[in-house]
């Protein structure tokens, strides 16, 4: 089964750094989305990305976050300046032109900013 | 915009034992409903959807979920729970018609002892 890849699973990070979540979406998928989810709280929607443009963000979605399709298989979140705040489980996810169903999630990346 | 509500924050049962865990949205118009499951150190999956017709709907592994209209709900459903079932659960909906973004519930953690 078509799987979406995440790498790193666990990054470590000072407070202050940027870091670069990366993904590997399922290959025939056009619609990309990030989530994260705060240990102990609920799946929280990033920003979703068609097209080779952001096509919807939600407020956590600051000016210290961007997203890149760099070539035809990655998909890369960024933050420019990690918080403490930002630690979290980053999960990438990927649909295909029907985008009212269900999305494949990718296994996650750890973001730990110390 | 929708929200999601998952009263059931955490579920112990034993194997063999019958699950209902509750899920309701809130939202006026039409909306596509889901059922995801986390197993420890794995991926959100898909257990099932509904977006239209029987509003009874099966999914993988046992599970099923009802949609009652009148009352927001989708609760999830399975007759008899296996250890393997220890997971984490989450409700998501999106609205059609509006942003397709899934919002999704606090989840569940289901615990089954065998």
């Known amino acids: 089964e078509p799987e979406v890849t995440q790498t790193p699973s666990h990054q470590v990070t000072q407070m202050g750094q940027e870091v670069i979540l990366r993904c590997v979406p399922i290959?025939?998928?056009?619609?990309f989305y990030w989530y994260r989810q705060i240990l102990g709280q609920k799946v929280e929607f990033l920003v979703s990305?068609?097209?080779?443009?952001?096509?919807?963000k939600s407020e956590i979605f600051d000016d210290q976050f961007s997203v890149e399709r760099p070539d035809g298989s990655n998909f890369t979140l960024k933050i420019r300046s990690t918080k403490l705040e930002d630690s979290a489980m980053y999960f990438c996810?990927?649909?295909?032109?029907?985008?009212?169903?269900?999305?494949?999630f990718g296994s996650g990346t750890r973001l730990t900013v110390v | 915009a929708q929200s999601v509500s998952q009263h059931n924050h955490h579920v112990i049962l034993s194997e063999a034992a019958s699950l209902e865990l509750g899920c309701n949205y809130s939202?006026?118009?039409?909306?596509?409903l889901f059922w995801y499951v986390q197993y420890p150190g794995q991926h959100l999956q898909l257990l099932l959807k509904?977006?239209?017709?029987?509003?009874l709907v099966k999914g993988i592994k046992g599970f099923e979920a009802e949609f009652i209209k009148s009352k927001f709900s989708f609760n999830l459903r399975k007759p008899s729970v296996q250890w393997s079932d220890t997971a984490e659960y989450f409700c998501?909906?999106?609205?059609?018609?509006?942003?397709?973004?899934?919002?999704f519930g606090r989840g569940t953690s289901l615990i089954v002892h065998p």
């Open positions: 290959s025939n998928h056009l619609y």
């Open positions: 996810a990927s649909s295909d032109l029907g985008r009212n169903y269900g999305y494949t």
């Open positions: 509904y977006f239209s017709g029987d509003p």
């Open positions: 939202y006026g118009g039409t909306v596509n």
């Open positions: 990305f068609y097209n080779n443009e952001i096509s919807e």
């Open positions: 998501a909906v999106n609205a059609v018609g509006g942003s397709y973004i899934p919002t």
